[in-house]
Protein backbone atom coordinates (compact mmCIF):
# COMPACT_ATOMS: atom_id res chain seq x y z
CA UNK A 1 0.00 0.00 0.00
CA UNK A 2 1.48 3.24 -0.95
CA UNK A 3 2.42 5.32 1.83
CA UNK A 4 -0.49 8.16 1.31
CA UNK A 5 -3.10 5.24 1.36
CA UNK A 6 -2.00 4.34 4.31
CA UNK A 7 -2.18 7.59 6.01
CA UNK A 8 -5.95 8.03 5.51
CA UNK A 9 -6.50 4.32 6.52
CA UNK A 10 -5.67 5.27 9.71
CA UNK A 11 -6.95 8.68 10.03
CA UNK A 12 -10.33 7.78 11.55
CA UNK A 13 -8.60 5.30 14.63
CA UNK A 14 -6.04 8.34 14.74
CA UNK A 15 -8.93 10.75 16.14
CA UNK A 16 -10.05 8.71 18.91
CA UNK A 17 -6.57 7.38 20.07
CA UNK A 18 -3.57 8.82 20.64
CA UNK A 19 -0.01 7.32 19.31
CA UNK A 20 2.58 6.14 21.60
CA UNK A 21 5.08 8.04 19.76
CA UNK A 22 6.19 9.82 16.80
CA UNK A 23 9.36 10.20 14.55
CA UNK A 24 9.79 13.42 12.47
CA UNK A 25 11.77 14.59 9.93
CA UNK A 26 14.35 11.89 8.95
CA UNK A 27 13.78 10.32 5.23
CA UNK A 28 12.02 7.05 5.37
CA UNK A 29 13.43 4.37 3.25
CA UNK A 30 10.12 2.14 3.49
CA UNK A 31 10.91 -0.71 0.80
CA UNK A 32 6.85 -0.68 0.34
CA UNK A 33 6.79 -1.59 -3.26
CA UNK A 34 8.11 -3.93 -5.44
CA UNK A 35 11.12 -2.09 -6.27
CA UNK A 36 12.94 1.19 -5.25
CA UNK A 37 13.76 2.35 -1.57
CA UNK A 38 10.27 4.08 -1.28
CA UNK A 39 12.10 6.48 -0.04
CA UNK A 40 9.80 9.79 1.67
CA UNK A 41 11.52 12.65 2.52
CA UNK A 42 10.94 15.18 5.79
CA UNK A 43 8.93 12.21 6.75
CA UNK A 44 6.85 10.77 9.79
CA UNK A 45 6.47 7.64 11.66
CA UNK A 46 4.03 6.82 14.29
CA UNK A 47 3.83 4.09 16.25
CA UNK A 48 0.76 2.62 18.64
CA UNK A 49 0.66 -0.59 20.83
CA UNK A 50 3.78 -1.80 18.78
CA UNK A 51 2.31 -1.41 15.17
CA UNK A 52 2.98 1.59 12.59
CA UNK A 53 0.45 3.67 12.81
CA UNK A 54 1.56 6.12 10.78
CA UNK A 55 3.73 5.89 7.72
CA UNK A 56 4.11 9.26 5.21
CA UNK A 57 5.10 12.73 4.62
CA UNK A 58 5.16 15.06 7.48
CA UNK A 59 3.13 17.12 5.75
CA UNK A 60 0.10 14.28 5.20
CA UNK A 61 -0.22 13.91 9.13
CA UNK A 62 -3.92 14.01 10.41
CA UNK A 63 -3.44 16.75 12.83
CA UNK A 64 -1.53 18.79 15.28
CA UNK A 65 1.73 17.03 16.11
CA UNK A 66 1.39 17.75 20.12
CA UNK A 67 -2.46 16.03 19.51
CA UNK A 68 -1.18 13.29 17.70
CA UNK A 69 1.13 11.56 19.81
CA UNK A 70 2.55 10.96 23.55
CA UNK A 71 6.49 11.20 22.66
CA UNK A 72 7.78 13.11 19.79
CA UNK A 73 11.23 12.23 18.41
CA UNK A 74 12.87 15.07 16.24
CA UNK A 75 15.11 13.42 14.01
CA UNK A 76 17.20 13.59 10.86
CA UNK A 77 19.30 10.84 8.94
CA UNK A 78 17.38 7.94 7.54
CA UNK A 79 15.03 5.86 8.81
CA UNK A 80 14.68 1.95 7.91
CA UNK A 81 12.81 -1.23 8.92
CA UNK A 82 14.88 -2.97 11.38
CA UNK A 83 17.26 -5.32 10.08
CA UNK A 84 16.19 -8.80 10.25
CA UNK A 85 19.41 -11.61 10.98
CA UNK A 86 17.91 -14.72 9.27
CA UNK A 87 20.77 -17.28 9.89
CA UNK A 88 23.16 -17.24 12.74
CA UNK A 89 24.90 -19.09 15.08
CA UNK A 90 25.38 -16.67 17.62
CA UNK A 91 25.08 -19.02 20.73
CA UNK A 92 27.99 -20.58 20.91
CA UNK A 93 31.42 -20.96 23.40
CA UNK A 94 34.65 -20.57 22.91
CA UNK A 95 36.44 -19.58 19.35
CA UNK A 96 38.08 -20.76 16.71
CA UNK A 97 40.54 -17.92 16.17
CA UNK A 98 43.49 -21.18 16.18
CA UNK A 99 41.65 -22.80 13.10
CA UNK A 100 41.82 -19.09 11.37
CA UNK A 101 45.37 -18.99 11.55
CA UNK A 102 45.94 -22.79 10.67
CA UNK A 103 43.49 -21.72 7.41
CA UNK A 104 45.45 -19.01 6.53
CA UNK A 105 48.88 -21.14 6.66
CA UNK A 106 46.77 -23.36 3.79
CA UNK A 107 44.32 -25.93 5.69
CA UNK A 108 40.73 -26.08 4.43
CA UNK A 109 37.55 -26.17 6.57
CA UNK A 110 37.03 -29.44 4.89
CA UNK A 111 40.24 -31.10 6.17
CA UNK A 112 40.22 -29.13 9.54
CA UNK A 113 36.32 -30.61 10.24
CA UNK A 114 37.73 -34.25 8.90
CA UNK A 115 40.84 -33.85 11.61
CA UNK A 116 37.53 -33.29 14.52
CA UNK A 117 37.76 -29.53 14.84
CA UNK A 118 35.46 -27.06 13.14
CA UNK A 119 31.98 -27.61 14.50
CA UNK A 120 33.34 -30.48 16.83
CA UNK A 121 35.47 -28.35 18.94
CA UNK A 122 32.81 -25.95 19.36
CA UNK A 123 30.66 -28.61 20.38
CA UNK A 124 33.30 -29.65 23.48
CA UNK A 125 33.02 -26.27 24.32
CA UNK A 126 29.41 -25.79 24.47
CA UNK A 127 28.70 -29.03 26.38
CA UNK A 128 31.71 -27.82 28.81
CA UNK A 129 29.62 -24.46 29.46
CA UNK A 130 26.78 -24.30 31.94
CA UNK A 131 23.52 -22.35 30.69
CA UNK A 132 24.68 -19.20 32.05
CA UNK A 133 28.15 -19.33 31.05
CA UNK A 134 26.71 -20.07 27.39
CA UNK A 135 24.42 -16.88 27.72
CA UNK A 136 27.37 -15.03 29.20
CA UNK A 137 29.35 -15.63 26.14
CA UNK A 138 26.62 -15.15 23.89
CA UNK A 139 25.16 -11.69 24.71
CA UNK A 140 27.96 -9.66 23.70
CA UNK A 141 27.61 -10.73 20.17
CA UNK A 142 23.54 -10.67 19.90
CA UNK A 143 24.26 -6.97 21.48
CA UNK A 144 26.57 -6.40 18.67
CA UNK A 145 23.75 -7.14 16.75
CA UNK A 146 21.45 -5.33 17.74
CA UNK A 147 23.42 -2.11 18.08
CA UNK A 148 23.90 -2.03 14.28
CA UNK A 149 20.33 -2.16 13.37
CA UNK A 150 19.24 -5.52 14.17
CA UNK A 151 15.67 -5.42 16.08
CA UNK A 152 14.39 -9.45 15.20
CA UNK A 153 17.25 -12.35 15.09
CA UNK A 154 17.16 -16.07 14.33
CA UNK A 155 19.53 -18.42 16.31
CA UNK A 156 20.52 -22.01 15.39
CA UNK A 157 21.22 -24.95 17.84
CA UNK A 158 23.79 -27.30 16.67
CA UNK A 159 26.86 -27.09 18.77
CA UNK A 160 25.27 -29.23 21.85
CA UNK A 161 24.47 -32.81 19.07
CA UNK A 162 22.53 -34.44 22.53
CA UNK A 163 19.12 -33.41 23.89
CA UNK A 164 20.84 -31.91 27.03
CA UNK A 165 22.94 -29.34 24.76
CA UNK A 166 20.80 -28.74 22.19
CA UNK A 167 18.50 -27.99 24.82
CA UNK A 168 20.65 -25.77 26.33
CA UNK A 169 21.65 -23.89 23.29
CA UNK A 170 17.75 -23.28 22.76
CA UNK A 171 16.87 -22.17 26.25
CA UNK A 172 19.93 -19.74 25.93
CA UNK A 173 18.52 -18.21 22.44
CA UNK A 174 15.37 -17.90 23.87
CA UNK A 175 16.29 -16.31 27.26
CA UNK A 176 18.33 -13.42 25.32
CA UNK A 177 15.69 -12.71 23.25
CA UNK A 178 13.55 -11.97 26.26
CA UNK A 179 15.76 -10.06 28.25
CA UNK A 180 15.93 -7.70 25.11
CA UNK A 181 12.23 -8.02 24.61
CA UNK A 182 12.96 -9.09 20.81
CA UNK A 183 11.93 -11.78 18.86
CA UNK A 184 14.55 -14.62 18.68
CA UNK A 185 13.35 -17.15 16.08
CA UNK A 186 14.97 -20.33 17.32
CA UNK A 187 16.31 -22.95 14.62
CA UNK A 188 16.60 -27.04 15.68
CA UNK A 189 20.09 -27.46 13.43
CA UNK A 190 20.92 -30.83 15.59
CA UNK A 191 21.71 -32.34 11.86
CA UNK A 192 24.87 -30.12 11.50
CA UNK A 193 27.85 -32.43 12.41
CA UNK A 194 27.94 -35.83 13.66
CA UNK A 195 29.01 -36.10 17.26
CA UNK A 196 31.89 -38.42 18.44
CA UNK A 197 29.73 -40.88 20.24
CA UNK A 198 27.86 -41.95 16.83
CA UNK A 199 30.71 -42.05 15.04
CA UNK A 200 30.42 -43.99 11.84
CA UNK A 201 26.64 -44.20 12.81
CA UNK A 202 24.95 -41.45 11.28
CA UNK A 203 21.56 -42.77 10.75
CA UNK A 204 21.56 -43.67 14.79
CA UNK A 205 22.68 -39.88 15.33
CA UNK A 206 19.60 -38.40 12.96
CA UNK A 207 17.07 -40.92 14.91
CA UNK A 208 17.93 -39.83 18.03
CA UNK A 209 17.87 -35.72 16.44
CA UNK A 210 14.70 -37.16 15.22
CA UNK A 211 13.45 -38.40 19.04
CA UNK A 212 14.96 -35.16 20.78
CA UNK A 213 12.08 -32.78 18.62
CA UNK A 214 9.05 -33.74 20.03
CA UNK A 215 9.94 -32.44 23.61
CA UNK A 216 11.88 -29.41 22.88
CA UNK A 217 9.12 -28.41 20.59
CA UNK A 218 6.79 -28.66 23.28
CA UNK A 219 8.43 -26.68 25.56
CA UNK A 220 8.41 -23.93 23.18
CA UNK A 221 11.73 -23.80 21.93
CA UNK A 222 11.68 -24.40 18.01
CA UNK A 223 10.38 -22.08 15.15
CA UNK A 224 11.76 -23.98 12.60
CA UNK A 225 14.14 -27.14 11.52
CA UNK A 226 17.32 -26.86 9.77
CA UNK A 227 20.11 -29.16 8.67
CA UNK A 228 23.76 -29.43 7.18
CA UNK A 229 23.45 -30.88 4.01
CA UNK A 230 26.84 -31.66 3.03
CA UNK A 231 30.01 -34.17 2.48
CA UNK A 232 31.06 -33.24 5.52
CA UNK A 233 27.50 -33.01 7.00
CA UNK A 234 24.51 -35.42 6.47
CA UNK A 235 23.26 -36.52 3.27
CA UNK A 236 20.18 -35.68 1.10
CA UNK A 237 18.49 -38.94 2.22
CA UNK A 238 19.26 -38.11 5.84
CA UNK A 239 18.20 -34.25 6.06
CA UNK A 240 15.08 -35.61 4.10
CA UNK A 241 14.20 -38.02 7.26
CA UNK A 242 14.75 -34.80 9.62
CA UNK A 243 12.35 -32.66 7.24
CA UNK A 244 9.78 -35.68 7.45
CA UNK A 245 9.81 -35.56 11.28
CA UNK A 246 9.50 -31.97 11.05
CA UNK A 247 6.46 -31.82 8.56
CA UNK A 248 4.93 -34.09 10.61
CA UNK A 249 5.14 -31.77 13.78
CA UNK A 250 3.73 -28.94 11.74
CA UNK A 251 7.33 -27.03 11.45
CA UNK A 252 8.65 -25.65 9.02
CA UNK A 253 12.18 -26.50 7.19
CA UNK A 254 15.34 -24.48 6.28
CA UNK A 255 18.96 -25.73 4.55
CA UNK A 256 22.35 -24.97 4.95
CA UNK A 257 22.47 -26.24 1.14
CA UNK A 258 25.26 -26.49 -1.55
CA UNK A 259 27.58 -24.24 0.34
CA UNK A 260 31.01 -26.64 -0.22
CA UNK A 261 29.09 -28.96 -3.66
CA UNK A 262 25.91 -29.50 -5.43
CA UNK A 263 24.08 -32.15 -3.17
CA UNK A 264 20.78 -30.53 -4.69
CA UNK A 265 20.31 -29.48 -1.61
CA UNK A 266 18.29 -26.17 -2.18
CA UNK A 267 15.80 -28.26 -4.23
CA UNK A 268 15.09 -30.66 -1.42
CA UNK A 269 14.60 -27.40 0.99
CA UNK A 270 12.25 -26.36 -1.51
CA UNK A 271 9.98 -29.39 -2.14
CA UNK A 272 9.73 -29.91 1.51
CA UNK A 273 8.27 -25.82 0.85
CA UNK A 274 11.28 -24.45 3.09
CA UNK A 275 11.56 -20.97 4.40
CA UNK A 276 15.04 -21.05 2.78
CA UNK A 277 18.12 -22.69 1.16
CA UNK A 278 21.00 -21.05 2.60
CA UNK A 279 24.55 -20.45 1.08
CA UNK A 280 23.51 -21.89 -2.12
CA UNK A 281 26.89 -21.47 -3.81
CA UNK A 282 26.73 -24.52 -5.83
CA UNK A 283 23.27 -24.77 -6.67
CA UNK A 284 22.28 -25.76 -9.82
CA UNK A 285 19.83 -24.32 -11.87
CA UNK A 286 17.30 -26.83 -11.52
CA UNK A 287 17.35 -26.04 -7.79
CA UNK A 288 17.07 -22.26 -8.60
CA UNK A 289 13.57 -23.29 -10.52
CA UNK A 290 12.53 -25.48 -7.46
CA UNK A 291 13.23 -22.63 -5.15
CA UNK A 292 11.02 -20.10 -7.41
CA UNK A 293 7.96 -22.90 -7.63
CA UNK A 294 8.02 -23.35 -3.64
CA UNK A 295 8.84 -19.35 -2.34
CA UNK A 296 11.69 -20.64 -1.09
CA UNK A 297 13.81 -17.04 0.21
CA UNK A 298 17.61 -18.02 -1.08
CA UNK A 299 19.78 -16.77 1.65
CA UNK A 300 23.21 -15.46 0.86
CA UNK A 301 26.13 -15.68 3.53
CA UNK A 302 28.54 -13.08 2.31
CA UNK A 303 30.72 -13.53 5.75
CA UNK A 304 30.98 -17.51 4.96
CA UNK A 305 32.01 -16.66 1.77
CA UNK A 306 34.35 -14.13 2.49
CA UNK A 307 36.30 -15.84 5.52
CA UNK A 308 36.82 -19.23 3.61
CA UNK A 309 37.97 -17.42 0.57
CA UNK A 310 35.55 -18.81 -1.95
CA UNK A 311 35.50 -18.27 -5.27
CA UNK A 312 32.68 -20.02 -6.59
CA UNK A 313 29.25 -17.29 -6.54
CA UNK A 314 25.79 -17.96 -6.04
CA UNK A 315 23.44 -18.20 -9.10
CA UNK A 316 22.90 -14.41 -8.45
CA UNK A 317 21.73 -14.16 -11.64
CA UNK A 318 19.54 -16.81 -12.35
CA UNK A 319 17.73 -16.00 -8.86
CA UNK A 320 16.93 -12.67 -10.53
CA UNK A 321 15.83 -13.97 -13.47
CA UNK A 322 13.30 -16.64 -11.47
CA UNK A 323 12.66 -14.01 -9.38
CA UNK A 324 13.65 -15.94 -6.15
CA UNK A 325 13.85 -13.35 -3.05
CA UNK A 326 16.88 -13.09 -2.28
CA UNK A 327 17.88 -12.10 1.92
CA UNK A 328 21.55 -11.71 3.39
CA UNK A 329 22.73 -12.63 6.88
CA UNK A 330 25.66 -12.75 8.50
CA UNK A 331 25.50 -16.75 9.69
CA UNK A 332 27.76 -15.68 13.00
CA UNK A 333 29.38 -18.25 13.92
CA UNK A 334 32.95 -19.05 15.91
CA UNK A 335 34.36 -20.86 12.28
CA UNK A 336 32.98 -19.59 8.55
CA UNK A 337 31.76 -16.34 9.75
CA UNK A 338 32.78 -14.73 12.88
CA UNK A 339 30.74 -11.88 11.92
CA UNK A 340 29.18 -9.36 14.11
CA UNK A 341 27.78 -6.78 12.06
CA UNK A 342 24.27 -7.34 9.55
CA UNK A 343 25.40 -4.36 7.63
CA UNK A 344 28.90 -5.46 7.27
CA UNK A 345 26.95 -8.46 5.56
CA UNK A 346 25.79 -6.12 3.38
CA UNK A 347 28.91 -4.49 2.66
CA UNK A 348 29.99 -8.08 1.51
CA UNK A 349 26.91 -8.85 -0.07
CA UNK A 350 27.48 -6.12 -3.18
CA UNK A 351 31.26 -6.47 -3.18
CA UNK A 352 31.41 -10.77 -3.31
CA UNK A 353 27.81 -11.19 -4.99
CA UNK A 354 27.45 -8.08 -6.71
CA UNK A 355 23.90 -7.14 -5.00
CA UNK A 356 23.15 -3.62 -5.41
CA UNK A 357 22.64 -1.60 -1.78
CA UNK A 358 18.94 -1.65 -2.29
CA UNK A 359 18.93 -5.40 -2.84
CA UNK A 360 21.05 -5.95 0.27
CA UNK A 361 18.59 -3.93 1.89
CA UNK A 362 15.77 -5.71 1.11
CA UNK A 363 17.45 -8.93 1.61
CA UNK A 364 18.29 -7.74 5.02
CA UNK A 365 14.72 -6.76 5.94
CA UNK A 366 11.43 -8.21 3.62
CA UNK A 367 13.20 -10.91 2.49
CA UNK A 368 14.72 -11.96 5.85
CA UNK A 369 12.07 -11.71 7.64
CA UNK A 370 10.10 -14.01 4.83
CA UNK A 371 12.50 -16.48 5.54
CA UNK A 372 11.68 -16.90 8.92
CA UNK A 373 7.89 -17.24 8.27
CA UNK A 374 7.68 -13.54 9.51
CA UNK A 375 5.14 -11.19 7.34
CA UNK A 376 4.45 -8.59 10.14
CA UNK A 377 7.64 -6.92 9.63
CA UNK A 378 11.10 -6.00 7.30
CA UNK A 379 9.01 -3.23 5.41
CA UNK A 380 7.85 0.09 6.90
CA UNK A 381 4.06 0.55 6.40
CA UNK A 382 0.89 1.24 8.50
CA UNK A 383 0.19 -1.78 10.35
CA UNK A 384 3.23 -3.44 10.20
CA UNK A 385 5.20 -3.86 13.35
CA UNK A 386 7.00 -0.84 14.50
CA UNK A 387 10.41 -1.98 14.28
CA UNK A 388 12.36 0.69 12.51
CA UNK A 389 16.11 2.10 12.70
CA UNK A 390 16.92 5.44 12.94
CA UNK A 391 20.59 6.07 10.84
CA UNK A 392 23.15 8.60 11.22
CA UNK A 393 22.94 8.72 7.23
CA UNK A 394 21.20 10.81 4.52
CA UNK A 395 20.67 7.51 1.84
CA UNK A 396 20.02 4.09 2.15
CA UNK A 397 23.33 3.47 -0.43
CA UNK A 398 25.57 4.68 2.77
CA UNK A 399 24.36 1.17 4.43
CA UNK A 400 26.12 -0.95 2.36
CA UNK A 401 29.22 1.89 1.60
CA UNK A 402 30.63 2.37 5.07
CA UNK A 403 32.83 -0.38 6.31
CA UNK A 404 32.39 -0.73 9.72
CA UNK A 405 31.41 2.59 11.71
CA UNK A 406 28.58 3.40 14.37
CA UNK A 407 26.31 4.83 12.25
CA UNK A 408 23.11 3.29 14.19
CA UNK A 409 21.18 6.27 16.00
CA UNK A 410 19.19 4.11 17.41
CA UNK A 411 16.15 1.22 17.08
CA UNK A 412 12.53 0.46 18.49
CA UNK A 413 11.48 -2.96 18.09
CA UNK A 414 8.11 -3.50 18.69
CA UNK A 415 7.41 0.42 19.79
CA UNK A 416 10.13 0.11 22.12
CA UNK A 417 13.42 1.48 22.55
CA UNK A 418 15.67 -0.82 22.11
CA UNK A 419 19.42 0.56 21.58
O1 LIG B 1 26.77 -21.88 8.23
N1 LIG B 1 28.11 -24.88 7.38
C1 LIG B 1 27.84 -25.20 8.51
N2 LIG B 1 27.56 -24.38 9.52
C2 LIG B 1 28.10 -23.08 9.69
C3 LIG B 1 29.48 -23.13 10.17
C4 LIG B 1 29.54 -23.59 11.55
C5 LIG B 1 30.92 -23.69 12.11
O2 LIG B 1 31.91 -23.83 11.38
O3 LIG B 1 30.96 -23.63 13.34
C6 LIG B 1 27.91 -22.23 8.48
O4 LIG B 1 28.85 -21.85 7.77
FE1 LIG C 1 25.16 -21.38 9.11
New binding site residues.
Given amino acids: MPAATAAVATEAAVATERWDGLLLGATLATLDAETGYGLVEDGALGWRDGMLAYVGPRDGLPGEIDALADEVIEADGLVTPGLVDCHT?AVFAGDRAAEFELRLQGASYEQIARAGG??LS?VGAVRAASEAELLRQSEPRVLALLRDGVTTLEIKSGYGLDFDNERKMLRVARALGERYRIDVRTTYLAA?ALPPEYKDDADGYIDAAIGWLPQLQAEGLVDAVDA?CEGIGFSPAQTRRMFEAARALGLPVKL?AD?LSDLGGAALAAHFDGLSADHIEYTSDAGVRAMAEHGTVAVL?PG?FHVLRETRLPPIERLRAQRVPMAVAT?C?????PLLSLRQAMQLACTHFRLTPEEALRGATQHAAKALGLADRGVLRTGMRADFVHWRIRHPAELCYWLGGDLAHGSFAGGRRLT
Fill in positions: HGITHFHQLADNPGTA
